[in-house]
């Protein structure tokens, strides 16, 4: 089963708004990560957060984590159509696997 | 710009064809990943190459074969796909010898097409 579950599946908002993704994961993890991808595109590493941090900040991005609740969760504020992409967890475990979310995809309307 | 380079970009082969995708990277990182991504869905990890040795095959078919030849360069052989495999194919490489410890840093992708 998938490591890292996502949601929303989808979300679509306006310009200027604020984006909340939610990632869950099943077992003990190193650290968690999240990418973004413009369609058919590679993935771009957005931010990383470890096992003993509880939120990270970057630029307009904040990631939180929760390993009580295995869950995890970005916020992207004042979104702009540019954000317009896939967003996909990663969960990465000590044995040294990375596995991916679902993905949520983020529509920003100008 | 991505500093790891695939091509090629788009691959349309038949199933009896022999192909290679390659990777390349000049960051010094010596883990490098092959990915598999089908549409809608997210990457699922192929294999893992630490210091040009094979170390994380996910169970993944012969008709894949990889291959890195040195620090720099990543191979994937293809023989004998099914249209199934239709895929974009990612690489992927990381600085840090820790396996999957740090971040990745991805290719564009060769998107591949089966017939």
């Known amino acids: 089963s998938q490591q890292g579950e996502e949601d929303p599946q989808a979300l679509s908002i306006q310009e200027g708004e604020n984006a ?8 003990s993890i190193n650290n968690l990560q999240w990418y973004r991808q413009n369609s058919g595109r590679g993935l771009v590493h957005l931010i990383l ?17 929760d390993t009580s609740k295995k869950s995890s969760s970005l916020l992207i504020t004042a979104s702009r159509a540019a954000d317009t992409a896939s967003y996909f967890c990663a ?3 000590n044995a040294g696997k990375s596995t991916f979310g679902d993905g949520t995809t983020l529509t920003v309307k100008p | 710009d991505t500093e790891v380079t695939q091509t090629p970009k788009h691959l349309v082969m038949g199933m ?3 192909k290679s995708l390659k990777c390349e990277q000049h960051m ?14 997210p990457p699922e990890l192929m ?3 630490s210091y040009e040795k094979l170390s994380i095959n996910e169970s993944v078919p012969s008709r894949f074969s990889p291959e890195c030849p040195n620090s720099s360069l990543l191979n994937l052989h293809l023989h004998a796909l099914q249209p199934e495999d239709s895929a974009l194919y990612l690489c992927a490489s990381s600085p840090l010898a820790r396996l999957n410890n ?9 998107r591949l097409t089966v017939l």
């Open chain 2, 47 to 49: 294999f893992v190459y």
């Open chain 2, 102 to 110: 740090g971040e990745l840093f991805f290719g564009e992708g060769s």
């Open chain 1, 49 to 65: 957060i470890r096992s003993n941090e509880r939120e990270k900040h970057s630029g307009r991005l904040r990631v939180t984590l």
């Open chain 2, 16 to 18: 009896t064809n022999k």
């Open chain 1, 20 to 27: 909340t993704m939610n990632c869950s994961y099943k077992t």
């Open chain 2, 28 to 41: 010094g990182h010596r883990a490098m990943y092959w990915y598999k991504q089908k549409a809608k869905k």
């Open chain 1, 91 to 93: 969960a990465n475990t």
